[in-house]
Every structure is written in structure tokens, then in C-alpha cells.
């Protein structure tokens, strides 16, 4: 009968590659656990050459009496023709991040609640935080209805005009 090798030290082999194994694997979750922490901190402020440039032309379309019209929007200093350009400029510094885009459309593939929010349009035109803006904006559907809300003051609260489902005749 021939003995392939001894039992204690397969077993010693064995349990020496389960521990790199192991070790190795620790490892890798330490390294990938702190990399959230890592991302999760505080990006660079907008610099202040950055912002000197804050100006944006909004066009509002089929809102309403009191609601349709353009405006110009300028920030660092708040001015311009808009109805409430202090609360419009501080809702934008809010919401300008890094790397994230406060006028980007509604993502691709997005699924949305079938919603008409009435022939509301919107456009806004020019700079913010640098970036070149040129955005449309309706109220198409609940993706949509949600991005225009998002900008209220910039674009007119239209909360009062109740969203109406859309539905299907079988008719």
C-alpha cells in the first residue's frame, strides 16, 4: 500500500491556505470598506471665480397669469428681474454639488408615474458655477413634475395645480 503523503501535514497545508485565503480576504473588505468613508467627504466648495459668472435667463411658458414670462436671474449678489431672486440663488447654491449636475434632465430608462402636470414649460438659459445651462423643463409626467419642483423658486410652484392621472378609455 503506498502512502501518498502524510495526513497532519495535508491538513497543515490545508489550513495554511485557508488562512492567506482568509487574510487576503479581510483585506480586501478593509480596503473596500473605507473607501466609502473616503468619498464620503466634503468635496471642494465652487470657486469664488466660479460664481462671479451666476447669471441665467428663465423662460416660463403657459404657468399662468402672474407665472409666464422671462426672467434674469443673477447671484453673488442676488439681482435681477426674477420674482424672488434671494430664495431662487439660495435654493441653486443648495443644490449645486460636485459632479452633480442641478439641471440634468430625467435619467434614462427612468420609470415615472403616468401624470400630466398641465402645458407648463420652462427654460433656463446661461451660467451656474461655471457650467454653460441650457435646460428645458415640463410637466409630462410624475419624472418630469418632480424635476420642475425640485427648482421651485426658480420656476413658479405650480403645487396649487393639482397633477391629474392619465387615463385609459375602453372606449
Not at 12 to 30: F, N
Not at 89 to 94: A, G, N, T
Not at 96 to 122: D, H, I, K, L, N
Request: aromatic fraction near 4%; include cysteine; hydrophobic fraction near 35%.
Amino acid at each position: 500500500m503506498t502512502q501518498i503523503g502524510s495526513l497532519p501535514a495535508r491538513r497543515s497545508a490545508i489550513s495554511r491556505a485557508l488562512a492567506l485565503g482568509a487574510s487576503a480576504v479581510l483585506a480586501g473588505l478593509a480596503s473596500v470598506s473605507a473607501v466609502p468613508a473616503a468619498s464620503a467627504a466634503v468635496p471642494p466648495p465652487v470657486r469664488a471665480e466660479d460664481r462671479a459668472g451666476d447669471h441665467l435667463t428663465v423662460t416660463v411658458r403657459h404657468a399662468g397669469a402672474g407665472r409666464d414670462g422671462t426672467y434674469r436671474l443673477y447671484c453673488h449678489p442676488a439681482a435681477g428681474s426674477h420674482p424672488d431672486t434671494r430664495r431662487a440663488c439660495d435654493l441653486l447654491d443648495r443644490n449645486t454639488r460636485w459632479g452633480q449636475e442641478p439641471f440634468a434632465p430625467v435619467p434614462e430608462g427612468s420609470v415615472c408615474t403616468m401624470q400630466y402636470g398641465g402645458p407648463a414649460t420652462a427654460r433656463i438659459t446661461g451660467t451656474w458655477a461655471g457650467r454653460r445651462v441650457d435646460a428645458s423643463y415640463d410637466r409630462g409626467d410624475g419624472c418630469r413634475i418632480d424635476r420642475w419642483n425640485r427648482l421651485v423658486p426658480l420656476l413658479p410652484d405650480l403645487g396649487a395645480q393639482r397633477p391629474t392621472a392619465v387615463s385609459r378609455s375602453s372606449a
